[in-house]
């Protein structure tokens, strides 16, 4: 928790007032049984009601304002909290956002998600209980050993060497309670994980009639996290009613010794009695400890989880230079690419040039390396060896958002977002007009479907756009792209499910703006209209040049070429 102090720095105003009213509970508390003691040793045993009167309209007064103070304390302890969560949830969203992809490989999509609400709650309640509970604990025990020793040295001896003890058997509880409620929380991700999942999965999950594997699969997860759990809150559980039995000896002693000392006359019977009084305050406070030990345990889980995200260096901006692409031509000079963490050479010793404003096709086998050419473009991996220029400007020295601002990708999977269809493809473009969306949506060849949509461009696309065709979602992810007006656009198989008439509207369009196009494909019909093919095969590029010139250099192009040509014809007789 220390770690998140800088969260609390906001906040300092209002946990201070929240501090001094559980003070304020807290020694009405440790006045209680020294008033108590007053009234039976000058009231009770002497018979004097007027001191009784007296003293329990102080207690009555005091009790009250003990009350008032616990109520505006938890007003506050609830604000700060809450704050306080918010804030941390906040930055590790900002935090992930600016993520690298070889960092967001290291958490599982479903562990930031617990992270940033299961996580995130433990640190919330933990803060609560700490301005409500936790440190009133701690401090009753102290102050209701100083309040002994002031009313009796001699009976509250006891402590001195029980408390110890006890504070040694917690530190151990709370080590131990931390690494089980560590393990909670992992299992916590994996039954999020599966949930998820089989939320985003739910239809394939039907489709092969696997419900009953996958309720076996989240069985299996539920099983291991109540598992967990219940181990983590039985060894907590176990080890409290130690700490009591240890505190009820002490009193028993205390009663003893009393007993011995009312018989000498040394002791007063108030006397004993505010002592166990103050034997039965600790008591309480340590079975709030179960509580307590199980919060800070947990939290502790919890807190370190969240550093995890929180300390992850940002992505180093090496330079800041910003440039303008004029033309758009791009160069690859020896580039060779592995993914960070693994040993596989995906892109090996790559060098081409795409002139400004040409349309090129790369093609290649599944696995090829097609995929990690069009990441490096926009700097979401960084080369191993080479250099990537555009404009005769190496990518490594520029500014990251003004490289990506003048880039239009469009990711093998059409990614779309809850919201209107204006609204996703003004995501491409925040200050793009209607009209430049409009231009956009018909160049992608999407126009029509819109208009033919319910409520047009406003029509809500449902999340991940379960109500549109895998057609319907990869054009639309291309006018997001082309709302942007790049001067690179990067099409990563996304005409693939477009009839050819509509694919080859829909790259004649292309040819309209005024930008250098890469487009992975499949489709000769595709690669055909390109100014040129690159081909690659397990990361290097094998052939270069044109539809006509790679049939006559390239024996694999020339092999694909007639496999999709017999294809053509088997389908053109089955129609027939
Ligand atoms: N994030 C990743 N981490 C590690 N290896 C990866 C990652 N993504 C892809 N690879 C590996 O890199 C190689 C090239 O993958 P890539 O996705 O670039 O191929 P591709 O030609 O686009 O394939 P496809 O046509 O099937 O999409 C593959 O062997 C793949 O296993």
Known sequence: MLKFRSFLKPYRFP???????MLIELAVELIHPLLMAKIIDEGILKEDLSVVMQWG??????????FASGMVNSFYAAHVSQSFGFDIRKQIFIKVQ???????????????ITRMTNDITQLQNTLFMGLRIMLRSPLLIIGSIIMSFIVSPALAGIFVVVIP????LLIWIMKRGSRYFKRVQSKLDKVNDVLRE????????????????EGKRFSHATNSLRDSTVNALRMIETSMPILLFIMNIAILFILWNGHTHVINGSVQVG?????????????????????????????????SRISEVLDIENDRQKYEDTYTFTEGNVVFDQV???????????????????????????????GSGKSSLFQLLPRLYEVNSGKISIDNIAIDSMNLKNLRDQIGFVPQEAVLFSGTVKENIAWGNEHATFEEIIEAAKAAQIHETIEALPNKYETII?????????????????ARALVRKPKLLLLDDSTSALDVKTESKLLAALRCYSCTTLLITQKISTAQGAHKILLLEDGILIGEGSHDQLRKTSPLYEKIYHSQKMEELIDVQATN
Do not use: C, W
């Open 57 to 66: 309209g102080i207690m009555v007064g005091i009790s009250l304002l003990a």
């Open 271 to 303: 006397e004993v009695v505010a002592i166990v009084n103050y034997g039965f305050r600790v008591t309480s406070a340590l079975s709030m400890f179960s509580f307590i030990v199980m919060f800070l345990s947990r939290s502790h889980a919890s807190a």
């Open 98 to 112: 600016s993520f690298s992809f070889e960092n967001l490989s290291r958490f599982p999509a479903a562990s930031l």
């Open 198 to 213: 089989n939320l985003i999965g739910m239809r394939l999950v039907k489709a092969y009639v696997r419900r009953d594997h």
């Open 336 to 366: 060779s690419f592995t993914y960070p963490g693994t040993n596989q050479v995906v892109l090996n010793d790559l060098s081409f040039t795409v002139n400004a404003g040409e349309m090129i096709a790369v093609m290649g086998g599944t």
């Open 165 to 168: 003890l006890i504070v040694l």
């Open 462 to 478: 449902g999340q991940k756009g379960v109500n549109l065709s895998g057609g319907q979602k990869q054009r639309l992810s291309v």
């Open 15 to 21: 946990m201070s007032i929240a501090l001094l009213l």
